[in-house]
């Protein structure tokens, strides 16, 4: 089964920017809606942003729409989760997922470990 590994997470201030990035093991990539969930300390897993396997669509939860952008690059089987305008709210652990379903689902087929966000002055 493909593996996500994330990368790009850290301590950012507000109104900062950062992009996270996921690489998937092998080719099978392509074949994936992908998306981010995040959970904050506390809470329980959240959706942020989807993107369908050709990245012909994208949709986002209602707090970082504008804010945040999903994208995709199959040549390098990498998605993108880019952040702006980042929020004390959006400090968390953002989890990559694959999925062969449309819109996502709840629990999509395959997880990374996850990467920390933490916004703080």
């Known amino acids: 089964q493909m593996q996500l590994m994330e990368s790009g997470g850290g301590t950012v201030q507000p109104g900062d920017s950062v992009t996270l990035s996921c690489v998937g093991s092998d080719n099978t990539f392509s074949n994936y809606a992908m998306g981010w969930f995040r959970q904050a300390p506390g809470k329980e897993r959240q959706f942020v942003a989807g993107i369908r396997y050709n990245a012909a669509n994208t949709y986002y939860a209602d707090p970082v729409v504008g804010r945040f952008t999903i994208s995709r690059d199959n040549t390098k089987n990498t998605v993108f989760l880019q952040m702006n305008n980042l929020k004390f709210e959006d400090t968390a652990d953002y989890y990559c997922?694959?999925?062969?379903?449309?819109?996502?689902?709840?629990?999509?087929?395959?997880w990374g470990q996850g990467t920390l966000v933490t916004v703080s002055s």
């Open positions: 997922a694959a999925d062969l379903s449309w819109p996502l689902s709840r629990y999509p087929d395959v």
